[in-house]
C-alpha cells in the first residue's frame, strides 16, 4: 500500500482546554467582584449586568445567524463574558437603552464585523465601553446609583485629579472592600484580585500582562510620589493599583487571548505600554482614568510586538 500524506493545519497538538471552559472560568473569576459591587452600590448592579449580558448574547446570535448566515457561537460563552466586562465599564445609573446601544457595538462592530471570536484585533467590552464614552460623556461620567443608601458623587480618581483629595488622604483598606464609588469594576479591588488569583491558578492567564501592567504604574506613581513628597511613598503606587480600572483591565481585558501577544516577551512590552500610557493619560489627560484607551491603543500595536517577538521555529537553535 502507497504511503499516504495527510496534510492539516495547525494546531497538531490538543489540550484539555475549550474555548466554553476558558470562558466559564472568567465568568467564575468575576462573580465576587459583581456580588461585592450588588452589595455596594445596590439591586441596579444586577439589573445592567442582565441587560448588557442578554443584549451581547442576543445581538451575537442574530448577526450569526441572519447576516453572517452561520451556525450561532453563543455556546462558547465569549459573549457572555463580553456583557459582563462591558457592565463592568459602566455606571450604575446609566439608563438601560445606552447600556444595549453599547453591547451593539462591542458584539456588532467590535468582534462580529471582523469574523467573531479570535479573529477581533480590539477587546470587544472596551470597543463597546469607548464609544459610549464618546458618544454618551454625561451618562458615562454620571456616578449617582438611584439608590438611597449607596455611594453617590465623583469617583475618588477624579478627586485626586482634581484636587479635591489628596492621596494621603485615602482609606485603602474602604478601597479594598469597595467602599468607594465608581462603575462595578472599580469596586472591590480584593475580590477582583482573587479572581485574578483563580485565572492564574486556572491558568487561564499568565502573570506576565498584569505584572508588567501594575509593575509598570507602581513605578510610574513612585517617581510622582518622589517629586511630590506630599505623600508616603507607599501610596501614590498602592492608590493607582487600586483606584479606577486598573485592576480589572490588567486580569480580565488586557489579557484577551485574541488581542494580546503571543509571547512572553511580547506580553511584557505589551503591558509595560498599557501601564506608561495608563499614568501619562491619568497624569497629564482630560481624562481621570486611562486603562481603556491604553489597552486600546496598545491591542493595535500587538502585530506589531508579535511580528518582532516571535518564537523559535522548532528545530532551531
Not at 51 to 74: H, P, Q, W
Not at 182 to 190: Q, V
Amino acid at each position: 500500500m502507497a504511503n499516504r500524506i495527510i496534510a492539516a493545519p495547525s494546531p497538531h497538538i490538543h489540550g484539555a482546554e475549550s474555548t466554553r471552559r476558558i470562558m466559564g472560568d472568567v465568568v467564575l473569576a468575576l462573580l465576587p467582584a459583581l456580588l461585592v459591587s450588588a452589595y455596594v452600590l445596590g439591586w441596579r448592579v444586577l439589573f445592567v449586568t442582565a441587560v448588557s449580558v442578554v443584549a451581547c448574547v442576543a445581538f451575537e446570535y442574530l448577526i450569526a445567524r441572519f447576516l453572517l448566515k452561520r451556525r450561532s457561537t453563543i455556546g462558547d460563552l465569549s459573549a457572555v463574558v463580553t456583557g459582563l466586562l462591558l457592565a463592568f465599564n459602566l455606571p450604575t445609573g446609566i439608563p438601560w437603552w445606552i447600556v444595549v446601544i453599547g453591547a451593539l457595538v462591542a458584539i456588532g462592530i467590535g468582534k462580529m464585523t471582523f469574523g467573531g471570536l479570535g479573529c477581533n484585533p480590539f477587546n470587544p467590552a472596551l470597543t463597546g465601553r469607548i464609544f459610549l464614552l464618546i458618544a454618551y460623556p454625561v451618562q458615562m461620567t454620571d456616578w449617582t446609583t438611584g439608590v438611597p443608601d449607596a455611594l453617590t458623587g465623583s469617583t475618588i480618581l477624579a478627586d485626586v485629579k482634581a484636587g479635591l483629595t489628596s492621596v494621603s488622604e485615602v482609606d485603602f483598606v474602604a478601597m479594598l472592600g469597595g467602599h468607594m464609588n465608581g462603575s462595578m469594576g472599580e469596586i472591590g479591588s480584593f475580590a477582583l484580585i482573587l479572581g485574578g488569583l483563580y485565572l492564574l491558578w486556572r491558568r487561564v492567564i499568565s502573570w506576565h500582562i498584569p505584572v508588567a501592567v501594575l509593575g509598570t504604574m507602581a513605578l510610574f506613581a513612585l517617581f510622582l510620589a518622589i517629586g511630590d513628597g506630599g505623600a508616603a511613598l507607599w501610596q501614590m503606587p498602592l492608590f493607582h493599583i487600586l483606584a479606577g480600572g486598573a485592576l480589572l483591565g490588567a486580569i480580565y481585558m488586557a489579557t484577551d487571548y485574541s488581542t494580546s501577544p503571543m509571547t512572553h516577551c511580547g506580553m511584557l512590552i505589551y503591558g509595560v505600554g498599557i501601564g506608561l500610557l495608563t499614568m501619562i493619560i491619568r497624569v497629564w489627560g482630560a481624562y481621570p482614568e486611562g486603562m481603556s484607551f491604553a489597552i486600546f491603543i496598545m491591542n493595535a500595536a500587538t502585530p506589531l510586538i508579535n511580528k518582532y517577538c516571535r518564537p523559535k521555529r522548532f528545530g532551531t537553535k
